[in-house]
């Protein structure tokens, strides 16, 4: 078992940012992939945004220009850096990582993040 914690998330106006961050207790070369989802009420979990070890990154189209994926140097925190916000930003943000070589996916308990109109 990885532990993985997410803190960052709150409420904030239309067009305020917030900067998420996910926690991993787990070695750098042990890490494939982290990646930021999130699930609004009712709705399904759904990719946010991706970071590869190597640094690759990839968005949702509705974050795109939006938000920012990071990790800085060898450090196993991943963060998000989300302006612009709206209120379908409203949701549930939950950190996923995916370790290497063995295949096993670690979630995170999840952080609220809340977008008042």
């Known amino acids: 078992q990885v532990p993985v914690v997410e803190s960052g998330g709150g409420l904030v106006q239309a067009g305020g940012s917030l900067r998420l961050s996910c926690g991993v207790s787990?070695?750098?070369?042990?890490?494939?992939?982290w990646g930021w989802y999130r699930q609004a009420p009712g709705k399904q979990r759904e990719l946010v945004a991706a970071i590869t070890r190597g640094g690759t990154t990839n968005y949702a189209e509705s974050v795109k220009g939006r938000f920012t994926i990071f990790r800085e140097g060898a450090q196993t925190t991943v963060y998000m850096q989300m302006n612009s916000l709206k209120p379908e930003d409203t949701a549930v943000y939950y950190c996923?990582?995916?370790?290497?070589?063995?295949?096993?996916?670690?979630w995170g308990q999840g952080t609220q993040v809340t977008v008042s109109s």
């Open positions: 787990a070695s750098i070369f042990s890490i494939n992939t």
């Open positions: 996923k990582v995916q370790m290497y070589p063995e295949p096993y996916d670690y």
